[in-house]
């Protein structure tokens, strides 16, 4: 079988199993650090029953992220060497950049937070979990800082057969990167309150810990809407730039065809990729393309006929994830207003907590087909209008991929189906019940 | 020194790094299931290495990262063609980290027994393929000019590569033993003992076999015969083996331990010191070997990386000698107590 096509495969499917894990560790470490502090401030029991908890939560996703991120790194040797000789010079510094700076504050404090209880005073403790949920953030600024090079690559000089790093400064200050990192880190957020939101429901249907979990609930709100509007207008920003810099990438988000200005979004559409037209295609707004890409109706929008065909992405994936991140992204933000007026009569209201619990999943899905669209939007690019995926592969067999591609996808799908059953099992039992007082 | 050559001594450190944190860990998951006799002793020596584990396998992630920034050539070959055996590596290093969050959280011995499995495979491999890739390293792979590799996975199972990965295995399962002696008590602690008193003359024996070994299989003498003062790393490595002796024969095992992650570090760079300028040399011909010189990245990045090298791994390494120095105590039943606790 081809090398390139399992590599991909298997890229994929690492990357998107590693990415179940993360948003967590971006977005529920700064939660629980904000729940400890406040413990440390108020001396108040409750804050210390949801930090150690939610804490939980948090580590056995932890773990999960941390090991399949390493086997990241190393993919890019094993699969894709072409690639990593061809741009090492500035992408492989990113990387290391990262382990180095940010990767290993987190995991040498997360373990010293983990068994540092009776160790460290209260306020140090508290401290260590601020750094760790820092640090982790930090690390997605250098992972996508490099991501958003091989998104839109800048500061390079073609030198000696390979991409060189010419202006340091203009790669970490990529736009692309700038508005991909905090589009990221705000749907982390949405997620992570949507997780505590939905577990803190599950508990008040039973009206169970009821004090606890409406504290929870209202603490995960707070960051939840406020990520949810701010995911929206950055997402705005960022499709702007897209069409800028990626124009093939908007053109199959909507399924583009001709050049045109006053370029419609259809309600609802079946691209023919075959033909190079959308066979259905109802209710149509004039002029929304154009507004959503150069926030201005009259523009023009290239359509994908004007790409020679080797140069456009798969129209389908990009415009289902388009459609599908959206249309997600657009019911946080409705779920969340209502969350916010009934924030104060949780038990009042079963039908929202029920939305809620059921609303656990979605972010997920949300998270991972906005990284299909990022990714496979960029297609047939590995570093967009730079080097194509087809080159950089290595020059290994077949055989050797496929039998890695097994090995992850049953490895990943047992130990992902015990990390989650185990999220679950914690989730569900709840905390401990308070100490008589 | 030019830049090339400062990046190939901070590559070797950082691997040599690693082999000394890292490994004391891999040894205790190798011993684990000869040495813990009940599930609370099973639990002492995972938690006796639970805070540590995870910002040790970073160096991992380091040492790879720099050999991407540093040699991105070197990075895309080696890994390419070590491709199996780097993969059962990741695998196990994958299996590893999870037994230890996972092993804990369910009350069953049907499913403690499943992760007690996984620890011991999960460390045992990378102990040994690390080793095993390494000696390979030492004495040239089999691959062409343009990167490609001309062997499978048994090629690198070869006596010498073999017995490389036995040697670092011996060496890691003695730093595992010896960091139980300083974190454990009793029955437990006078196992962990006497087990690294055994695994000292095994090593010894295994350490003088591969030392005459090498100049058979390799090239690695050539730089000390043309260079006799890089002998004292050798010689460092001996000391500091007899040291690892005289010092548990003592009871001091903290002390013992430093000896032992001396001896790893002066083992790495006993061959990193013979490889020079070869980072990762052909067995087809030396023509395409990559080099410091021929693998490098531009000066650019060369000199940007080794800026933030130097800020920050002083820094790293001020914070994990903390995070030692808070978990060299004993380990207790009150600590096993705790929710959070593996």
Known sequence: MDVVLLSRLQFAAATMFHFLFVPLTLGLSMIVAVMETKYVRTGDEIYLRMTKFWGKLFLINFALGVVTGITLEFQFGTNWSRYSAYVGDIFGSLLAIEATVAFFLESTLLGVWIFGWEKLSKKAHAIVMWLVALAGNLSALWIIIANGWMQHPVGYTIRNGRAELLDFVAVVTNKFAILQLFHTLGAAFILSAFLMMGISAYHLLKKNQVDFFTKSFQIALVFGIVATFFVAIEGDMHGVHVSEVQPAKLAAMEAHWETASRAPIHMFAIPDEENEKNSIEIGSIPGLLSFLGYHDFDAEVRGLKSFPKDQRPPVWITFLAFRGMVGLGTYFILVMIVAWFRRNRLLESPLLLKVMLFSIPLPYIAIELGWVLAEVGRQPWIVYGLMRTSDAASPIAGSQVLATLIGFVVLYGLLGAMGFYLMYRHAKKGPKAAAAS | ?342
């Open chain 2, 1 to 342: 020194m030019d830049l090339q050559a400062i990046w190939f001594f901070l590559w070797g450190l950082l691997w040599a790094l690693f082999f000394m944190t890292d490994g004391f860990d891999l040894g205790i998951g190798t011993l684990y299931p000869f040495i813990g006799k009940t599930d609370r002793e099973k639990r002492i020596m995972i938690n006796s290495l639970g805070p540590l584990w995870d910002g040790n396998e970073v160096w991992l992630i380091t040492a790879g990262g720099v050999t991407f920034a540093a040699f991105p050539t070197v990075y895309a070959v080696m890994f390419s063609s070590l491709y199996t055996a780097l993969m059962l590596i990741l695998f196990a290093l994958i299996l590893r980290g999870v037994s230890f969050e996972f092993r804990g959280k369910v009350d069953s011995p049907a499913w403690r027994k499943i992760w007690d499995t996984a620890i011991f495979v999960g460390s045992f491999t990378p102990a040994l393929l690390f080793g095993v890739a390494f000696a390979n390293i030492f004495q040239g792979i089999p691959f062409d000019r343009e990167g490609v590799y001309h062997g499978t996975l048994l090629t690198l199972l070869n006596p010498y590569g073999l017995i490389g990965g036995v040697l670092f295995l011996l060496l890691f399962l003695q730093h595992g033993a010896l960091w139980l002696t300083i974190r454990t008590t009793g029955d437990l602690q006078q196992r962990a003992r006497k087990t690294a008193g055994i695994i000292w003359w095994v090593l010894l024996v295994v350490a003088v076999l591969f030392l005459v070994f090498t100049k058979f299989a390799t090239g690695l003498y050539d730089n000390y015969i043309s260079h006799p003062l890089l002998f004292f790393i050798p010689v460092v490595a001996v000391i500091a083996l007899i040291g690892t002796r005289l010092l548990l024969a003592k009871g001091a095992f903290l002390n013992a331990w430093l000896t032992s992650a001396l001896t790893i570090v002066a083992c790495t760079f006993f061959g990193i010191a013979g490889l020079f300028p070869n980072l990762f040399p052909s067995s087809l011909n030396p023509e395409f070997s990559l080099t410091a010189y021929n693998a490098s990245s531009s000066p650019l990045t060369l000199r940007i990386m080794l800026i933030v090298v130097l800020i920050f791994i002083p820094i790293v390494l001020i914070y994990q000698i903390w995070a030692y120095r808070l978990f060299t105590d004993k380990v207790t039943d009150k600590d096993l107590a705790y929710e959070e606790a593996y």
